[in-house]
Structure formats: structure tokens, C-alpha cells
């Protein structure tokens, strides 16, 4: 049987408002299991998020620094440390159900951050960009200057009914310099860059996204149905 994605194109939102949809969006689908998957493509306001287990000593800039700068902060239910959303970010969030993608395997929430990962190293590689996994870290990297720098973030929560919600995030015009707030993800030895740094371009989330939504439904295996707002 044909699994059918919406994909959703939502703008600039605030990150609470993003959360709260999300889940209102896991529970619909968890209690009506005919309706087609979800992913939403958004950007957010300047904000950190800490993982529901993050460390707060990872956070570098204090309450004060962050009002002064207009960056929220939030306590989330996803997985992962400390990340940065802002303008220039392209922010995924897959609502699907992993028992229908993977089963009831104990490895699945494993299989669908790689299957995240290869989507992504995809899409970049479609814009020249030599993108990659590296071991023992989530997320997806490239080498500059000898140095290997975080692209793109990937943080998921799954539900008790196998529903998952947040997913990744891409830097593509992203202003890096929101990342000195934190040390991203709690690795402190790494960098972070953006595809238009590497590039040295100009792209916007509109370049990307034909690409980024073509390798998702390949990598998942989806038939897209028509963009919506």
C-alpha cells in the first residue's frame, strides 16, 4: 500500500507554537491511523532548545545576554544537548509513525535518525557539498579547513504509540554567530557551518527545499501529496 506524505511549508514560527502543533498533530495521527504522515518545514525566531537531557552548563550566554539578544530558551522533550533555531535555518519536523516505517524493532528510533542523516548527506551532496556521518556523533558534518563542522542537528522524540515528532535541523543561511550562546550539542572540540559558508553562496530555504522533500520521500519511501499551507 502507498504511504502518502503532506508536506507542509509553515513560514517563520514561534518555536512554542511549533511544539504545540506538533503535538496536537502526533496525537491525530496517532488515533487515526489512516491519515497521510506529515513533515513541516519551518524557521524559527532566534532560540536554544536543551534536550530532555541537556546539560544547562553547556549554555554559554546567561539569562541577561539572551534577553538582550532576543533568544528564548526552552526545555524540550526531544533527545540530544543544547542546539540553536533561527532565521536562514531550515527546520524539519517529521510526524509519522515509526511502527509503520520500521516495525516494532527495538533498533528503529536508531534506523530513522540514520535514515535522517542519508536524507540529508543527500541533498547536500546535490549542492556539491561532501557531506557525512561521523561516528559516535548524531547530525551530519563536513570537513573545512581540516576541521570537521556540524551542518545540520538531529533531535527526535518517539511517543508510547511509536509517533515521532521534532527531527532535524539544516543550516543553510543561518547566522553562526548565535551559536557562540552555547557549546552546540555539548561538543566542544567542533564547529558548526552553513551550506552558504561552505559554499560561499547565497541560497535561500526555497533553493533547498524542492531537493530536501524529493530525498525524503525517496529515503522513506513516501508518494508526496500537494504542498500545502
Same mark, same amino acid.
Given at each position: 500500500m502507498t504511504a502518502y506524505l503532506q508536506i507542509e511549508p509553515l513560514g517563520l514560527v514561534d518555536y512554542l507554537e511549533a511544539w504545540e502543533l506538533q503535538k496536537e498533530l502526533a496525537a491525530l495521527r496517532e488515533h487515526n491511523p489512516q491519515? %497521510?504522515?506529515?513533515?513541516?518545514?519551518?524557521?524559527?525566531? #532566534?532560540?536554544?532548545?536543551?534536550?530532555? #537531557?541537556?546539560?544547562?552548563?553547556n549554555l554559554v550566554f546567561d539569562a541577561a545576554q539572551r534577553s538582550e539578544k532576543g533568544i528564548a530558551l526552552y526545555r524540550v522533550d526531544r533527545g540530544g544537548d543544547v542546539t540553536y533555531h533561527g532565521p536562514g535555518q531550515l527546520v524539519g519536523y517529521p510526524i509519522l509513525s515509526l511502527t509503520d516505517l520500521y516495525g516494532r524493532g527495538v533498533g528503529r528510533i536508531?534506523?530513522? @535518525?540514520?535514515?535522517?542523516?542519508? /536524507?540529508? =548527506?543527500?541533498?547536500?551532496?546535490?549542492?556539491?557539498?561532501? +557531506?557525512?556521518? $561521523?561516528?559516535? $556523533?548524531?547530525?551530519?558534518? @563536513?570537513?573545512?579547513?581540516?576541521?570537521?563542522?556540524?551542518?545540520? +542537528?538531529?533531535?527526535?522524540?518517539?511517543?508510547? %504509540?511509536?509517533? +515521532?515528532?521534532?527531527? $532535524? &535541523?539544516?543550516? =543553510? &543561511?543561518?547566522?553562526?554567530?548565535? $551559536? +557562540?550562546?552555547?557549546?552546540?550539542?555539548? =561538543?566542544?572540540? #567542533?564547529? @558548526?557551518?552553513? /551550506?552558504?559558508?561552505?559554499?560561499? &553562496? &547565497?541560497?535561500?530555504l526555497d533553493d533547498v527545499i524542492p531537493t530536501l522533500t524529493r530525498n525524503f520521500c525517496r529515503v522513506f519511501d513516501y508518494a508526496p501529496l500537494p504542498l500545502t499551507v
Open positions: 491519515q %497521510a504522515d506529515r513533515l513541516l518545514l519551518l524557521e524559527h525566531p #532566534h532560540t536554544y532548545t536543551l534536550g530532555r #537531557h541537556g546539560d544547562e552548563n536508531r534506523s530513522y @535518525v540514520s535514515d535522517i542523516e542519508t /536524507m540529508l =548527506i543527500d541533498t547536500l551532496t546535490a549542492f556539491d557539498i561532501p +557531506a557525512r556521518r $561521523f561516528e559516535g $556523533f548524531r547530525g551530519v558534518w @563536513v570537513e573545512e579547513e581540516g576541521q570537521l563542522n556540524k551542518i545540520a +542537528a538531529i533531535g527526535v522524540y518517539v511517543n508510547r %504509540a511509536g509517533i +515521532a515528532s521534532h527531527g $532535524f &535541523a539544516l543550516n =543553510i &543561511a543561518t547566522n553562526l554567530d548565535y $551559536f +557562540a550562546g552555547i557549546v552546540p550539542c555539548g =561538543i566542544d572540540d #567542533h564547529g @558548526v557551518t552553513s /551550506m552558504n559558508r561552505y559554499l560561499g &553562496a &547565497a541560497l535561500s
